[in-house]
């Protein structure tokens, strides 16, 4: 136990400045409280010391208790700042060391000094007596409310014992084993020098338990809930004491707790600063409580006295009321005396309140320790709660705006929960009107830079009360509601499997905030709308829910595209936009407003609906009729909710619209999908001119599905794919390369999804499909004809389209005698003097990309066959599907052996040259069983070996790609003696990309067939200045082929040749993306 001699202090401004140090030590540098605060603080802490270090003079032996209150002023203009500012300047905190004396050694010699030591737990202390509230409240069955109460009377029987045995249990919980006497805390005035010396002795242990910071992680039972029953101990002992009148009769009670515990609130241990914060904070959520059972008790007594009041106002008025008007004062009198002694406790409480919170929480809110400046937080807002006149003012709320930028997640995570619920407190929103004026910005800024998803979903939630409050401007509303559009290629994008909820919280911010406007516009309007309402079918409510929805997307997607978005051209297929409507628009479909009462047959009927034929509507036309981008998005939430309705329970939107599951949940979905599909005529009609792409969109989730043919519905699919497959045959489409950012917002890329699922079955849509096919063969052999290549890579354009499963073997019948055609005009495009005009409008790539088709497809149904049919005629075979391809052989060899002006299409030749070589070598190991038939025909009548002319020109494009990265790195390369390559001439966009992928397929074709040596040695002479994914390029290990027969007995799902598509089958296709990591995600061939 501490024993210590009484010490003489003496009142320096040094004393002072410690003492001050020591109250903002543990605090978080880089941030301060207002400057009425820091005021408040200082006073209460200066005569503190006074009465601390003056001792007896001047002052009674009872502590005298801290009288300041806070001015209630509001005063946001101070924020948190770089310290805490406590009157004394930066340079008089700085610590100095004292100035001693020198002297000369001792030239003595000395035996060793032994060291005292400090046991690290009790098993190493002799007779230890173990404190006995930390004993009792570390078994699981207590009564703590027994317990307290016992505590209590020891508290009145000997005060300083009982505070001895809190402190000791406070210290125990901390796992400190140094504890205090009784003579340790008889004065308070000593209380820093005894935590000074108590925080030495717990830094000494060599290990320390800590049972109030890690028993609620403890598996076993009487150490789960020990943190829970400390501060229900703490709590029922001011419960008890409030019941006995000790609270009120004896103010040492709080003023020797608060004093203590307010001591070790400064300790440099955090074990001990924390115990002592939450106990301290305990108090003054107990105190909350008792106060305010006191304030409802002055309510009622001055209550009880209004109404005595005026019945001793009637009584004086009547006669013969002598007894009846005595009893009435006396009665009166008990009550104001009741009335006053309620009052007398509430002013008293709360001066203990207020003593709490300017010596624990002013200072630990910001604590270095994050779980202090949570459990201040969390507090905070009990104290709110629970006392809301009090603490429902300004001067507190402004903690926690303080504290939403903390640099700890849990604790912002903690303040913005409390604030949310404040928010959704209907009796508290009034008082929080000038805490969102000044920390509304802060709140949106969050919204878009916070890292953590749940803190960022918290943000938004808030937001969302205080638009429902009328509190954001409309400029603050878009700007929130524009991060409902932000995807993985922004840099603010919310990774991780949460961006969904965030995506959910923002749909639901956009409703409430068009909830509200319309609650406005139809109080302003209500006659307006209900005239209106009586001239319509459709409900006007509903048209001005939709139109107001619709526009605030129109307005966030602009602000999204201008201010928000990263990149202007979206690299990746889910990132396009008819991609993200969908994904929006299932969002707020699955909202109970945008959904309920029939709403998608009422979208329909908004889209469908002429408003210039209704004269009554002109009053709030303006209000009501979609605009071309307005349209767009309605229309989207009509191909939101087809695509929730078919894709069903697979759909993660689906049991939000039926949210139990009925026998008739399906009806019901088909009910709805059949009132879609009777208005899909009308619907067509109104989008076949500026919303094509969004009902390919939605056509194509109901053909996927089947749709029409579950409800006997095939005469309306049949008519609606006739109309698309002639706008598709009549409209001039744009060439696009492939896998392109732009193609995938291409109504091109819409028409490729549709033949995917088209339903060839039925027999009206096979012969249409037929004959879209047949007139466009017969519209390429009239362009090859006439020399056309313009038209000839428009008309490829179309038919590359068809290439969908759905309809690719009607693509094949028609392209396959145009074979030669199409190779001898694709062999002649480097003389076309079209040339640049097809390379600018990417018709080009349209003949490369005929020539992989036919040859993928060629390959794939030739493997399939040997495989499914191992006893087929190989030679009849080989020769029904490779004959066909020599002459794409004959022209990809005269294509590289060109040496195409244009850089461009030079490439595309190369790269379609190794590509269909690579693939061709490939071929053998696909046939194991049959790979001497197959060598045997490629030497007699197929060779596929490159030529060595061919590897030249394959060399040659390397070296311009070489030297454009060269340029672009600033680097020296080496070379060697017969390199003749004008490299100024010729210009290249994202060669680094190119020249990878480039190296890629060379590597490939090296690993299949083996080109010279000379040729891979100059690839790799200068991988030391190319770049890191240049030589990851090189250094990845292809998997090695070996010409390996199939084993006679095989598994059951070996056997079956698994279902390949034209690109699944290239080889080069789908080991080349692997060769290259995330810097150049697209690099898929």
């Known amino acids: 136990m501490l024993r210590r001699e009484p010490t003489t202090i003496k009142l320096t401004p040094d004393d002072v400045k410690e003492f001050y140090r020591e109250q903002t030590y543990n605090t978080i540098s880089g941030s301060s409280e207002p400057a009425e605060n820091q005021n408040l603080a200082t006073e209460t802490q200066q005569r503190s010391i006074k009465e601390r270090i003056l001792g007896e003079r001047g002052r009674s032996q009872r502590s005298t208790r801290l009288q300041a209150h806070p001015d209630r002023s509001l005063n946001y203009s101070v924020d948190l700042s770089d310290s805490e500012s406590s009157g004394v300047s930066e340079k008089e905190n700085e610590y100095q060391p004292n100035k001693r004396a020198t002297r000369k050694p001792n030239k003595t010699s000395r035996g060793p000094k032994r060291r005292k030591t400090v046991p690290n737990n009790i098993d190493q202390l002799e007779n230890f007596q173990e404190n006995p509230i930390f004993e009792t409240l570390s078994h699981a069955e207590v009564a703590v409310a027994e317990l307290a109460a016992s505590w209590l009377d020891q508290f009145e029987e000997d005060k300083y014992d009982a505070v001895k045995d809190m402190l000791n249990f406070v210290l125990r919980a901390c796992g400190c084993v140094t504890l205090v006497a009784k003579h340790d805390v008889a004065n308070a005035d000593s209380s820093k020098e005894t935590v000074a010396e108590i925080q030495a002795m717990f830094e000494k242990q060599g290990s320390h338990e800590y049972p109030l910071g890690l028993a609620g992680n403890s598996k076993n039972a009487n150490w789960k809930d020990f943190k829970k029953r400390c501060l229900e101990f703490v709590d029922q002992v001011l419960v008890a004491a409030s019941e006995k009148g000790t609270l009120y009769e004896d103010d040492e009670l709080v003023e020797l707790l608060v004093t203590w515990l307010g001591a070790l609130t400064t300790s440099n241990a955090r074990p001990l600063r924390y115990a002592s914060t939450l106990l301290c904070l305990q108090m003054e959520t107990t105190l909350c409580s008792l106060v305010a059972q006191t304030s409802t008790a002055v309510n009622r007594a001055q209550r009880q006295l209004t109404n005595e009041q005026r019945n001793i106002d009637n009584l004086l008025k009547k006669a013969r009321s002598g007894a009846k008007l005595a009893a009435a004062k006396d009665r009166a009198a008990q009550i104001e005396q009741n009335c006053q002694l309620y009052s007398e406790h509430k002013t008293y409480l709360e001066t203990f309140l207020q003593d709490i919170f300017n010596t624990t929480f002013a200072h630990r809110y910001r604590d270095t320790d994050a779980q202090i400046r949570q459990e201040c937080v969390r507090h905070l807002s009990y104290w709110i709660d629970l006392y809301p006149e009090y603490f429902l003012e300004s001067i507190y709320i402004r903690y926690l705006g303080w504290l939403m930028t903390d640099q700890d997640v849990a604790v912002r995570h903690e303040v913005l929960r409390v604030v949310l619920r404040l928010y959704q407190t209907q009796s508290m929103v009034a008082a929080l009107r000038q805490f969102t004026s000044h920390f509304k910005e802060k709140l949106i800024e969050m919204a878009f830079y916070e890292t953590d998803a749940r803190v960022r979903s918290n943000c938004v939630q808030v937001l969302t009360e205080i638009s429902r409050m009328g509190f954001l401007d409309t400029e603050e509303v878009v700007k929130v509601a524009s991060l409902i559009f932000v995807d993985d290629e922004d840099l603010i994008f919310q990774k991780g499997r949460t961006a969904t909820r965030l995506v959910k919280d923002l749909a639901k911010f956009i409703a409430t905030v068009e909830a509200q406007s319309l609650a406005e516009f139809m109080e302003s309007n209500s006659a307006t709308v209900e005239k209106v309402a009586g001239s319509l079918e459709l409900s006007v409510k509903d048209l001005l829910k939709f139109h107001g929805m619709s526009q605030m997307l129109v307005e966030a997607e602009r602000y999204y595209n201008s201010d928000v978005a990263t990149k202007a051209i979206k690299m990746r297929s889910y990132n396009s936009r008819p991609a993200k409507l969908v994904r929006v628009c299932q969002n707020l479909f699955a909202l109970p407003r945008y959904h309920a009462d029939g709403a998608l047959e009422t979208l329909c009927g908004y889209i469908l609906y002429d408003f210039s034929a209704n004269a009554e509507i002109a009053k709030i036309q303006h209000h009501i009729e979609l605009s071309h981008a307005q349209a767009f998005f309605v229309l989207g939430l009509i191909s939101a909710a087809a695509t929730i309705y078919c894709e069903a329970d697979a759909n993660e939107f689906h049991q939000q619209l039926f949210a139990k599951k009925q026998d008739d949940q399906t009806n019901d979905r088909m009910l709805y999908l059949g009132k879609l599909v009777a208005q899909l005529d009308l619907l067509f009609d109104v989008c076949k001119k500026t919303h094509l792409s969004v009902f390919l969109g939605l056509f194509t989730q109901l053909v996927k599905h089947r749709v029409c043919e579950t409800l006997d519905q095939t005469e309306t699919e049949t008519k609606i794919t006739a109309q698309l497959l002639k706008t598709f045959r009549e409209d001039q489409l744009s060439s696009y390369a492939p896998e392109s950012p732009e193609y995938f917002n291409s109504i091109n890329f819409q028409f490729a999804q549709l033949f995917e699922h088209l339903n060839i079955d039925m027999v009206e849509v096979s012969l249409k499909v037929d004959e879209v096919a047949q007139e466009l063969a017969e519209e390429l052999t009239l362009a090859i004809k006439d020399a056309d290549r313009l038209q000839v890579g428009s008309t490829l354009c179309k038919m590359m389209l068809l290439r969908g499963s759905a309809t690719k073997s009607r693509l094949l019948t028609q392209l396959m005698p145009l074979i030669d055609d199409i190779c001898s005009c694709t062999a002649s495009l480097p003389l076309s003097d079209e040339l640049d005009e097809l390379v600018a409008s990417n018709k080009a790539s349209e003949y490369f990309t005929c020539l992989l088709f036919l040859v993928a497809e060629n390959l794939e149904t030739l493997t399939n066959k040997l495989k499914v ?217």
């Open 869 to 1085: 049919d191992p006893d087929a005629e190989v030679l009849d075979e080989l020769h029904r599907h490779l004959s066909p391809l020599a002459p794409v052989k004959r022209a990809l060899l005269d294509l590289v052996a060109s040496r195409a002006q244009n850089i461009d299409i030079w490439y595309a030749v190369c790269n379609l040259y190794l590509d269909v070589f690579t693939t061709l070598n490939l071929l053998k190991y696909y046939v194991g069983p049959h790979k001497d038939v197959l060598e045997h025909f490629f030497d007699t009548e197929m060779s596929v070996e490159p030529l060595s002319s061919s590897q030249e020109c394959l060399l040659q494009l390397f070296l311009i790609l070489e030297a454009q990265v060269a340029s672009e790195k600033q680097v020296e390369l080496d070379r060697t003696e017969h390199e003749d390559v004008n490299f100024e001439t010729t210009q290249m966009d994202d060669c680094e990309r190119k020249l990878c992928t480039f190296v890629a397929k060379l590597m490939l074709l090296d690993k299949t067939v083996g080109l010279e040596t000379s040729i891979i040695s100059r690839v790799k002479l200068n991988r030391a200045v190319l770049g890191t994914l240049f030589n990851e390029v090189l250094d990845y290990e292809q998997v090695e082929i070996k010409e390996e027969e199939q084993p006679k007995e095989q598994p059951q799902e070996q056997q079956e040749p698994p279902e390949q598509s034209s690109d699944q089958f290239l080889h080069t296709n789908t080991s080349v993306p692997n060769l290259l990591p995330e810097p150049v995600p697209d690099l898929v061939l």
